[in-house]
Structure formats: C-alpha cells, structure tokens
C-alpha cells in the first residue's frame, strides 16, 4: 500500500508563487511515476502535470506550462509542484496520486490519490 500526503497549499494573491509537497509513503518510492490533479468547485477533475519515476520526463498540461514545475525526491520520497505566476483560475484542491506505470494524464491509471490541499488565488 503507499500513502500520499499533500501540504503546501494556502490563500495568494494573483501573481504569487506556493510550493506544494506530496510525501509518499509505503511501497518503495521510486518505482512510482507521480502526478498532479486538482478539482475547482463545479468542475472535473483535471489533470496538471506528471513526473516519471527518474524524474526524467515530465508532462504538462497546456494551461500551466511555463508557470509550473514537477520534481522529485527519492531520497525524501517527496515530489514537489512549484507554482509561479498564478492566477484566479488556478483556485482548486490539489490532488498528488501514484501511478504503478508511466506518466499519463489520465485519472483513472493512478492507482493512489492523496487526500488534497486548497489552493485559493486572489484577483
């Protein structure tokens, strides 16, 4: 079994940055590639971005490319989501999960889901 904790999350203004961290813990880490999801109030589930288990290939999706990055630390088994430039429409609960496979967007292949951290952006 692997466990995901989500921190990091918190109330900025348009413009500001926040770290997110997803602590795994569990199963041997590194076998696990990693993804970020999150869900706005009304809203789907969405995919944002995704690691492989080296940390050598990351996934975005369109929406927060050149603002957020992915990485990873085995050592630690934590992956990190930094988020720059953010905006109104990032306001979401973030979700870290764990895929048994490679990196994908799509929710229904991650085998483990954390249990979300809100990430509120003011205008």
């Known amino acids: 079994q692997v ?22 813990s569990g199963r041997t880490f590194n ?16 995919f944002v971005i995704a690691i492989s288990w080296s940390g050598g290939s990351t996934y975005y999706a369109d929406s927060v ?8 630390d085995n050592v630690k088994n934590t992956v990190y ?24 967007d799509r929710s229904g292949e991650y085998d483990y889901w954390g249990q979300g951290t809100q990430v509120t952006v003011s205008s």
């Open 31 to 46: 076998i696990y590639a990693m993804g970020w999801f999150r869900q706005a109030p009304g809203k789907e589930r969405e």
């Open 81 to 104: 989501l930094q988020m720059n430039g953010l905006k109104p429409e990032d306001t979401a609960v973030y979700y870290c999960a764990a895929n048994h496979g490679p990196p994908t």
């Open 3 to 24: 466990q995901l904790v989500e921190s990091g999350g918190g109330l900025v203004q348009a413009g500001g940055s926040l770290r997110l961290s997803c602590a795994v």
């Open 65 to 72: 490319k050149g603002r957020f990055t992915i990485s990873r």
